[in-house]
């Protein structure tokens, strides 16, 4: 049931190789000065890398998947953030957060004019749930649409934080949760609206200064008299807040891919530094001191793998119709939960393992270090995900 077939595999050799030869040789330039490498978007799209889990009429490869789409969109996450984790990032929610809800909530009309771009890499897509007062709690955006109807427009007011992919020179939309009415027991009525880059009333903050993810496109955005037509809405009305609920459960699985690439390089970087360091007359691996936890690292590595490919697969059979929504929900949180947890941990025994030079900005794990902890807290905290544990087993938490 967890073994990769034969595609799969020539897949991530595939992705491998791009990692290994487009990505990894300007890395730390990348993250010293804060760039993001726009041009490599659209390589990634001729790749297919955006397309995994499109159909073909939008440019994407879906009917060509044999049923493991999603895997392999997993397998490509996981080969990238081998390598680094923000290049890792700007796929999963390129993927995730920008094309899916266009393709699991569009209209024709919406599809057809955002996929195809999206698809090819020629352009990227944000999405705005959390807000600066709005995070875990995502129930409370204050951020408002106002329909005008005399216009046909909706009018957007408000702020979103820490938006992935929202400020590159190739953004081409963000969709955005907003408060669109009340309902009748008196909560909002939460629905999504899609605001193309560039409209007027629609302002992108300046970059985050971040401690990780250094590569990774990140702003806040806000919204002042912001108009777009009204059939901008995508999905239902009132519907946006359990859209975008379901669009995270699959952006946990990919998270979760995201962190196994991470546990994979510290465990090939501490083994291989603990052969090759010596001390003492001998290599620090001869110390139980430092092998045992990098052995530790493999047990990691296995463990999050199983749970991430459990979870992609199981991601796999709901689309074709032979799991529930709830168990995809349930693996997707037990996989982001423990890979996130598990690729903080990673980190910190690797950095041990290099001592002073796991300090060092000139070697890898400083970077994966100061990278690793976000993977704790996007995509729903590890409490949030205990909590939706902890539901799945009928308890109140």
Request: negative net charge; contains cysteine; hydrophobic residues 40%.
């Amino acid at each position: 049931m967890f073994e990769l077939g034969k595609d799969h595999e020539e897949f991530r050799a595939v992705v491998r190789d791009f990692a290994t030869e487009a990505v990894e040789p300007y890395v730390a330039d990348w993250d010293r000065e804060h760039h993001f490498p726009t041009a490599l978007v659209p390589v990634m799209g001729e790749l297919g890398l955006f397309g995994l889990v499109v159909p073909e009429a939008y440019g994407g490869s879906l009917e060509h998947s044999e049923g493991g789409a999603f895997t392999s969109l997993c397998i490509a996450i996981e080969e990238l953030g081998r390598v680094d984790q923000s290049i890792g990032i700007t796929l999963s929610a390129g993927v995730g957060l920008g094309i899916n809800p266009v393709l699991t909530y569009g209209t024709d009309e919406q599809k057809e004019r955002f996929l195809p771009d999206l698809v090819a890499g020629r352009a990227l897509a944000g999405f705005g749930l959390t807000e600066p007062d709005a995070g875990s709690d995502a129930g409370a955006t204050r951020t408002r649409a106002v329909l005008d109807e005399a216009a046909g427009e909706w009018v957007l007011d408000g702020a979103k934080a820490f938006i992935t992919n929202s400020g590159t020179e190739i953004t081409s939309v963000v969709t955005v949760t907003a408060r669109t009415g009340t309902r009748e027991d008196g909560r909002p009525e939460i629905s999504a609206v899609m605001v193309p880059s560039g409209t007027p009333g629609f302002t992108v903050e300046p970059a985050y200064r971040k401690m990780g993810w250094n590569i990774s496109d990140t702003h806040g955005l806000s919204f002042s008299g912001c108009r777009v037509p009204a059939d901008h809405l995508l999905g239902e009305r009132g519907r946006g807040f359990h859209q975008f609920l379901k669009t995270l459960d699959d952006g946990r699985i990919a998270i979760s891919a995201l962190a196994v690439g991470l546990i994979t390089r510290m465990r090939e970087e501490a083994a291989g530094y603990a052969r090759t360091r010596t001390a003492f007359g001998r290599p620090i691996g001869a110390n139980q001191g430092v092998a045992f936890p990098v052995a530790d690292l493999a047990v990691m590595e296995d463990a999050a793998r199983l749970l991430t490919y459990r979870a992609a697969w199981l991601k796999d059979e709901h689309e074709a119709g032979r799991r529930s929504a709830e168990e995809v929900s349930q693996a997707a949180a037990k996989a982001k939960l423990y890979t996130s947890e598990a690729a903080v941990t990673a980190t910190r025994i690797a950095t041990q393992v290099f001592g002073g030079n796991g300090f060092m900005e000139e070697y890898p794990v400083a970077r994966f270090y100061r990278d690793a902890k976000i993977l704790e807290i996007g995509e729903g905290t590890s409490e949030v995900q205990r909590m939706v544990l902890a539901k799945g087993l009928g308890l109140s938490a």
